[in-house]
Each structure stands twice: as C-alpha cells, then as structure tokens.
C-alpha cells in the first residue's frame, strides 16, 4: 500500500475524511482484542468477526485511496457489521461501531446511498443484538435514535464540502487558463482550452464531455464526444441534454461552445467560462493584428525590414547546414519622377502593384518585403543551386517592368495612363558572410552596380566577390 496516498490531504473536505476513515479503521482494530482476547462467544463467530473486521477496515482504506464506495458493497457492510456484533455480543459497543459507520460512510455517495446505508446497517446491529443479547434490544433502541440524524448531518457536510471544493477546482480552472490565454495568440488553440477546460469544470457530473462549434462544424474536442458530433454538421440544439453556449464579443460571433450537461450547478460557470475564451480570442486578434503591424509595411503588406532581418537570421542558419540562401536588392528607377508628375497617389499604386509582382513571382518559403520608400528585397530560402538566383531575379525584373495598367491607376485620377516601371536588381548569395548586414551589403553593392550600368539589370556577386553583369531589359 501507497503510505503517502494516506498522508493528510490540504483541503478540508480532504481532510475530513482522512480523519474519519483513520478513525473508523481505529475502531474496527480494537475489534480483534475484544474478539480474540476475551470474547465469550462460540469460537466461530469471534474468528468471523475478526476477518469482518479486518477486511472491512482494508475495504475502507483501499476505496477511501480511490475516493468513492460503490453502492453494491453496501449489503456486504451491513453483513460485516452484523457479524462482528455476533462475535462481540455486546450491545453497547456494538452501538458504538453503528455510529462509526454512519459517520464515516455518510460522506461517501448520494443521499440516498446513505440512506440506504443506514437502514442496512441499523438493521444489521439490531439483529446482532437481537441474536446475541436479546434483553438488551430495548435498550440499544433507546440509545440509537441518534443514528438517523448523524447520517444526515455527515451527508450535509459531505454536499458542502463537495461543493467547495468542486468550486475550488473551478476557480484554479479559471486561474490556469486566465495565464495561458495571456499568452496564447492562436486560434483553435484557444479553442481547445476551452473545451478541455470545461470538462474540467464537468468533472465528475455524467456527460462530461465538450466541443467548440464553428459554422456547425466540431473544431476542437475533449472528453467522450458522441461520434455523431464529429462526423457532420453539429445539429442547432445539442442531443442528449446538451448545451450551446456562444463565444461572442460586443462585435464577432466566435463560434459556440457546446457542453454534454449543462446542469444549474455548473452553468455559472460555463457561461464565466465562454466569456474568458471569448476575451482571449479577442485580446489574441488584438495581439495578432498588433504583429502584423509591427512586421509588416502598411501600403504595400509586405514584410518590412525587421522582419525580413528575423526571416534572413534563420535562413543563414540554415545556410551553414548546406543550404543556399540568396538576398535580392530592388531599387526601382525613376520613381521620382512618377510622383512628381501623378502624384504621390500614383507613386503608392505602383508600389502595391510591384509588391504584388513580387507576391507572385517567389515561392511560399520565400521572403519579399519592403524596406522602405521604392526599395525592395527577396530573400531566397532553400534554392537547389547557387545560380539559380540570378535566374529568379531575372524574371521578377521582367514581371516588375510589365505596364502598370491604367485600371490600377484610374483611381488616382490617372485614368487612361499606363506606367512603365523600371528597376535594378542586386544579388549576393552566402558565400561563408559571417552575419545579416554582411550578405546585405553584397547585395546593395550588386544593386548600386546595376544602376551604374543601367536601367533594367540584374548584377550579382560571383564566388569570388566579383560583380557580374545580366543583359539589360528593355521595356
């Protein structure tokens, strides 16, 4: 046996009924001397009261380790009672263990359990006493009444000491997910939380089970889900006594979080439940909408400079595993000139329509962002050669220098114009660059080259440092 499971627990309730199970098996220890020692009954029935005593006092610890007692054992209880009263015949203390066991199994099991217990047991020590002492059956019933009222009284502190501690538990609920939603920006994330935080808040009431609901569809699941819940769209009202709860703020309808019981004991706090994992969806699209813009260019939505530095810090790690990794410089030419004679209005159209070209000219595993004014960048992550990046600047160069057509432009009051951008290209692929700002600056001496050269190339570094020179692009 595990000692330590016997320890003295920390909450009340526990700890109640650690000090009635020691005591009842305290009582039914001092059984064996009164038995064994100087019992006057036959030799038989002292040995069965003994083993009674013994093996309920073991039944007692065992499921007082497991925390309930199932209502089947109850008859047997009542037999072991009846058979230490054969083995003791005496009314009196025979009494005494009528009271132990109404004080410590009526913490255990509903009420009518207890009820139950304790018209079996009664019954029990009566005939024990009937058989054994018959005189005496007056006056074992004249001092029993407190029986019925003690069973009553252990039940009521059971029920308030369950409920404590259930909103106990309740309230650690609340406090563990209060702390990880804090710190949570995803989505369904969230969302399973809050289903397995409300079979948590379920514990112990049949139907313990619960979903979140998005457009009728089960996202996310915890607990013993009925299967038709999952294969198809979720029905408006929950089967089998289920309920729907909504995760809604002031503006946005989340989704529903759906529940296998709903009884009124719990639904507070289900309903305190919905409202945390609602607010934590809000504050997580707050936080995620406060990245995005910490990250990102707001004209064009493209990374910005600190990200991409974040996105070209992991490439280069990679980079020294063996994977080539290049960095695009964009600087597009003449873009003074566009404002100065459509406006700065037009000059933003231009650069969503480039950083589109620049969307749909890289892979996903790519990186384009801008960093700033007409200057943009590409970072190539996981190429199959070194050279192919030459080849991928040139046809984002031939995508960039395609005519902007007047229907991006019309509603900058350009209407009918078509502008034809131009840019310069500067590639420099890891060749060994000891950090971020080194392989930049290959990069932007390529870009300066191709300016230099003229308008409409791509200039690249080769391994040996030197700038080399692609074919111009004619518009």
Do not use: C
Not at 49 to 59: D, I, K
Not at 194 to 211: M, R
Not at 230 to 241: D, N
Not at 309 to 337: M, N, T, Y
Request: aromatic residues 6%.
């Amino acid at each position: 046996m595990n000692l330590r499971r016997l320890a003295p627990p920390k909450q009340l309730g526990g700890r109640i009924r650690w000090l009635f199970v020691i005591f009842g098996v305290f009582n039914l220890v001092t059984v064996l001397p009164r038995v064994l020692g100087h019992g006057t009954g036959p030799v038989t029935a002292r040995v069965a009261a003994a083993v009674a005593a013994v093996a309920l006092a073991g039944w007692w610890l065992r499921q007082y380790r497991l925390g309930t007692f199932p209502a089947w054992m109850i008859p047997f209880e009542a037999l072991a009672l009846l058979a230490i009263g054969l083995g003791m015949r005496d009314w009196v203390a025979t009494l005494g263990l009528l009271f132990v066991f109404v004080s410590f199994r009526g913490l255990y099991g509903t009420w009518r359990h207890v009820l139950a217990f304790t018209v079996l047991v009664f019954a029990a020590a009566v005939a024990g006493v009937a058989l054994t002492e018959p005189s005496h059956v007056a006056q074992f019933l004249q001092q029993a009444p407190g029986v019925p009222p003690l069973a009553l009284f252990t039940a009521a502190v059971a029920e308030s000491t369950r409920r404590q501690e259930r909103a106990a538990a309740r309230e650690r609920v609340f406090a563990r997910l209060g702390s990880t939603l804090a710190t949570t920006q995803d989505r369904e994330t969230i969302l399973r939380l809050s289903a397995e935080a409300a079979v948590e808040l379920l514990d112990g009431i049949p139907g313990g089970w619960a979903v979140t609901v998005v457009d009728d569809l089960v996202v996310t699941a915890a607990g013993p889900v009925p299967v038709e819940l999952l294969t198809g769209p979720v029905p408006p009202a929950a089967e089998g006594g289920g309920v729907r709860i909504p995760l809604r703020s002031d503006k946005q309808h989340f989704g529903d979080l759906l529940v296998g019981n709903g009884s009124a004991e719990v639904r507070p706090s289900l309903a305190t439940l919905a409202a945390q994992t609602s607010l934590g969806l809000v504050n997580a699209e707050h936080a995620a909408d406060l990245h995005y813009q910490a990250f990102h260019d707001n004209l064009t939505g493209l990374a910005n400079r600190s990200l991409l530095r974040e996105h070209l810090g992991h490439a280069l790690a990679r980079a020294r595993r063996g994977g080539p990794v290049a960095v695009l410089l964009i600087d597009l030419d003449g873009f003074k000139q566009v404002n100065d004679t459509y406006g700065h209005a037009a000059g933003d159209q231009l650069l969503v329509a480039v950083a589109q070209r620049l969307r749909d000219g890289i892979r996903g595993a790519d990186t384009a962002a801008r960093l700033g004014g007409d200057e943009f960048a590409v970072v190539l992550d996981g190429m199959d050669a070194a050279g192919d990046a030459v080849h991928v600047a040139g046809r984002l160069l031939a995508a960039i220098q395609e005519p902007v057509p007047n229907a991006v432009l019309g509603a900058t009051g350009t209407a009918g114009a078509a502008l034809l951008p131009q840019a310069s290209i500067g590639v420099a692929g890891w060749r060994g660059h000891a950090g971020i700002d080194e392989l930049l600056h290959d990069a932007d001496v390529a870009m300066y080259a191709a300016k230099t050269a003229g308008k409409g190339r791509v200039a690249h570094l080769d391994e040996t440092g030197t700038v080399r020179l692609a074919a111009a692009l004619t518009s």
